[in-house]
């Protein structure tokens, strides 16, 4: 979890290499608070790929650690190929409800599935619009807190990253989170190249 500047959400993809979103750390000086498995830790050492504005398909970071946190074998890999109808799992330090968006900061996690794949991976929450509830465990969605966060998928019996938590939009009576795609070439070549 990245608790400075503000609090954001960020995965191991390496031993000493965190993935989140570039909106996250998009800063004006100073060094990320990052609070890891191992303890509090602080980065200067942050690499971009987007611009971090709102609807950025390429809102990425990595984030570089001075020492490893994890070993290769328990950070998170990428899995190649998301489509609609894929059971997933949302995972974040975002907000509970509507009457607790100060509540950023706590880990919490649901699963949901892909409602659809374009410059973005979308899922859906009915009936929850957003800085409402996140919604049902089985129909988890975003909130304040969860950018930079893991979209997860089972392959085997192990959990590999699909996407980052972008942001979400209100649609209709309900709303529907936005993860960056980590199957877009570019987004996936950024990660690959770069993890230390």
């Known amino acids: 979890m990245i608790t400075s500047p503000k609090v954001c959400t960020a995965t191991l993809v390496g031993p000493r290499t965190l993935l989140t979103a570039a909106h996250c750390v998009i800063q004006g000086g100073g060094p990320l608070t990052i609070q890891t498995p191992r303890g509090p830790q602080q980065s200067t050492d942050v690499l971009l790929l987007g611009s971090g504005i709102e609807g950025d398909p390429n809102d990425l970071a990595l984030v570089y650690l001075s020492s490893p ?71 988890a969605g975003v909130c304040f807190g969860d950018s930079g966060g893991p979209l997860l998928k089972q392959v085997g019996n192990r959990w590999t990253v699909i996407g980052v938590t972008h942001g979400a939009y209100n649609d209709g009576p309900g709303q529907v989170s936005q993860f960056v795609n980590l199957n877009d070439s570019n987004n996936r070549k950024f990660v690959s190249q770069y993890i230390r």
């Open 69 to 139: 946190v994890l070993s290769d074998q328990e950070v998170f890999p990428m899995a190649s190929g998301v489509n609609p109808g894929d059971n997933v799992l949302v995972v974040g330090y975002g907000c509970a409800s509507s009457e607790a968006i100060n509540t950023a900061g706590t880990k919490r996690l649901g699963s949901n599935m892909v409602s659809d794949v374009n410059e973005f991976i979308e899922v859906s929450t009915p009936g929850v619009q957003i800085k409402g509830v996140v919604g049902p465990e089985n129909r």
